[in-house]
T-cell receptor, first 111, second 113 residues
Framework: GQNIDQPTEMTATEGAIVQINCTYQ??????LFWYQQHAGEAPTFLSY????GLEEKGRFSSFLSRSKGYSYLLLKELQMKDSASYLC????????????FGRGTSLIVHP | EAQVTQNPRYLITVTGKKLTVTCSQN?????MSWYRQDPGLGLRQIYY???????DKGDVPEGYKVSRKEKRNFPLILESPSPNQTSLYFC????????????FGPGTRLTVL
């Protein structure tokens, strides 16, 4: 099975940097995803990590350490529109490739 | 426009009345799946399909059925809905099983009274 932990809620100030952590325990590992979900809307893909290290994409970066079962999503130059839920998902081994989602971190950006 | 569509977007029904939520994608994706999202529980996969006529159970399949007769469509069927199936449902698709990015539909908010 898989267990994914991320903080329930975080707050940050516009223009600042915030790091959202995700830890996981899995019987196997085949990649980690981050999705953004605004209230009442569908999740949208942000990043995918399968190897250790940092992947940068504009204001968003995602880091993975497989040995530690740990990932983080780094958001720079925060904007009000970044207020959303951020979902960490881990894909396990085997033929199903089904990703297991964490419960999400609700990020509130205030002026 | 490349997209995943779901219908209806909102539905209020009563216990035991069969219903179908449709899902369609226009991206020629092979892999499609259904999720439900509940407060405090996150997204949980109900069923998935790797291609036409190939479907399999996800984490919470009880009370649901699916079919994949055409590549673009993946309907979710609730034969006898119950109040514990009140939830927000998302359909998703990706180009193939190993593809990293899933595209989600807009969601269907279902209430079973």
């Amino acid at each position: 099975g898989q267990n994914i932990d991320q903080p329930t809620e975080m707050t940050a100030t516009e223009g600042a940097i915030v790091q959202i952590n995700c830890t996981y325990q899995t019987s196997g590992f085949n990649g980690l995803f981050w999705y953004q979900q605004h209230a009442g809307e569908a999740p949208t893909f942000l990043s995918y990590n399968v190897l250790d290290g940092l992947e940068e994409k504009g204001r968003f970066s995602s880091f993975l350490s497989r040995s530690k079962g740990y990932s983080y999503l780094l958001l720079k130059e925060l904007q009000m529109k970044d207020s959303a839920s951020y979902l960490c998902a881990v894909r396990g081994p085997g033929g199903s490739y089904i990703p297991t989602f964490g419960r999400g971190t609700s990020l509130i950006v205030h002026p | 426009e490349a997209q995943v569509t779901q219908n209806p977007r909102y539905l209020i029904t009563v216990t035991g009345k069969k219903l179908t939520v449709t899902c369609s994608q226009n991206m020629n994706h092979e892999y499609m799946s259904w999720y439900r999202q509940d407060p405090g529980l996150g997204l949980r996969q109900i069923y998935y399909s790797m291609n036409v006529e190939v479907t399999d159970k996800g984490d919470v399949p009880e009370g649901y059925k699916v079919s994949r007769k055409e590549k673009r469509n993946f309907p979710l069927i609730l034969e006898s809905p119950s109040p514990n199936q009140t939830s927000l449902y998302f359909c998703a698709s990706s180009l193939w099983l190993e593809n990293n990015e899933q595209f989600f539909g807009p969601g269907t908010r279902l209430t079973v009274l």
